[in-house]
């Protein structure tokens, strides 16, 4: 037969081919002028996990419930279904190939991290808790029903998407992380898992993709301060919902918000309101139960400083722990700071005499300072960072290789 001699005889029809798209053409990385922004870089690790070709009692995620969800989830169980691609796991970055009924692109079971990898003050690259953020990506994939990474493969995937992309780390610099003249440069390293199989029906995906880019990042907010709008009209995330797990459906919510407090805008009735003729940085989400509690920002975690020194942490189930504020009350309760973690009224970050500091906190954000807090037509200054400052020359001295490293957080690849 004339098919028989066709070179992909072996692949379904529908991926002989595939339709090019018009999109973003990215830059070629310049150390000198970076931007919090994805640039072309050249490797990509990629593994699957396939169940559509096994019998359906096979087929994910009955593997999942067979086993008992709770002990999936655990370390007692294992999970060896992971392979990676043809001529992987590291392959030339590419565009992918997905079919329009994705599962991820309908009903997004879809998790990311976000990592980093320096250079650091000894000349080694590393990494800064990989293992941390592995374990985030099992707890997301425990309630979006994904099958789960392991530990070990994580972290080795993201060594080796770093190590096969070395040139694009940023160079170190002792004065990019010095607090007067912080510009700090990294590369950004974001895992992803997601279910990429077809489906029509509201269900979990049979097969998956775990896959590691990276690019090279400067800081992701002006590291001077910046300017928080708090608004009641919008929330990231309501109880009982999937705020406290890395789920990408989680930063939807927060595009519309962004872009308009970027522009001076909050919303009312239905529709946009000028409120600053000055913009906005980002926004600060209250819990959406009473509008009451500070909960985060969509892509950080939100801190505090009492005016007797304590170091606050909101508390709420809505919130999503981040590794970075995790180190940073490790390190904190190392000093001897008094650390809480506590539902934290709005009206009580707004009162001078209360709270001397604020800042945020995340992979990318770091340690960033708020200068100001716009909140229903009042707006609170913070004239003081100087713990705010500690949090920094801490964290950072540590993820650079400045200053001893008691908790072992920073793994050394190469």
């Known amino acids: 037969m004339a098919h028989s001699s066709h070179p992909n005889r072996n692949v379904p029809q529908e991926f002989e081919s595939t339709i090019r798209i018009p999109c973003r053409t990215l830059d070629t990385p310049d150390f000198q002028k970076l931007r919090f922004d994805i640039y072309r870089t050249e490797k990509i690790y990629m593994a699957f996990h396939q169940t559509s070709n096994l019998e359906e009692r096979k087929q994910w995620p009955e593997p999942c419930f067979k086993v008992g969800w709770e002990k999936y989830y655990s370390d007692a169980h294992r999970e060896t279904g992971w392979q990676p691609i043809p001529d992987g796991p590291i392959t030339n970055l590419t565009n992918l190939a997905l079919h329009p009924a994705a599962c991820a692109m309908h009903y997004a079971p879809a998790t990311f991290e976000g990592a980093k990898a320096m250079i650091s003050a000894k000349d080694k690259v590393v990494l800064f808790r990989p293992d941390s953020n592995a374990r985030r990506m099992q707890r997301t994939a425990s309630r979006l029903l994904l099958p789960k990474v392991p530990v070990e493969m994580f972290v080795d995937a993201v060594t080796q998407a770093v190590l096969a992309n070395r040139k694009f780390i940023p160079p170190f610099r002792h004065e990019n992380w010095v607090w007067e003249t912080r510009n700090p440069m990294c590369m950004y390293v974001r895992p992803l898992l997601f279910g990429h199989g077809p489906e029509l029906g509201v269900k979990s995906a049979k097969d998956h993709l775990f896959m590691v880019f990276v690019s090279p990042v400067k800081a992701y907010w002006p590291t001077q301060g910046?300017?928080?709008?708090?608004?009641?009209?919008?929330?990231?995330?309501?109880?009982?919902?999937?705020?406290?797990?890395?789920?990408?459906?989680?930063?939807?919510?927060?595009?519309?918000?962004?872009?308009?407090?970027?522009?001076?805008?909050?919303?009312?009735?239905?529709?946009?309101?000028?409120?600053?003729?000055?913009?906005?940085?980002?926004?600060?989400?209250?819990?959406?139960?009473?509008?009451?509690?500070?909960?985060?920002?969509?892509?950080?975690?939100?801190?505090?400083?009492?005016?007797?020194?304590?170091?606050?942490?909101?508390?709420?189930?809505s919130i999503l722990a981040g590794n970075t504020c995790d180190s940073l009350m490790t390190l904190a309760k190392s000093a001897g700071w008094r650390v809480d973690t506590r539902p934290l009224p709005v009206a009580e970050i707004l009162d001078e005499s209360k709270i001397s500091e604020a800042f945020c906190t995340g992979n990318a954000a770091i340690v960033t300072p708020i200068a100001e807090l716009y909140y229903k037509g009042k707006v609170r200054r913070f004239e003081k960072s100087a713990r705010t400052r500690q949090m920094w020359d801490w964290l950072v001295g540590v993820q650079m290789q400045m200053i001893e490293d008691p908790h072992g957080w920073v793994q050394e690849i190469g």
């Open 226 to 317: 910046i300017r928080v709008l708090i608004t009641e009209h919008f929330h990231r995330a309501a109880p009982g919902g999937i705020g406290n797990v890395k789920a990408i459906g989680n930063y939807a919510s927060g595009l519309l918000p962004s872009a308009l407090a970027k522009r001076g805008y909050d919303w009312d009735n239905g529709k946009p309101v000028k409120v600053s003729e000055q913009p906005f940085h980002d926004v600060l989400y209250l819990d959406a139960a009473s509008n009451q509690f500070v909960e985060e920002f969509s892509g950080a975690n939100f801190m505090a400083i009492t005016t007797s020194g304590a170091l606050v942490k909101p508390q709420s189930d």
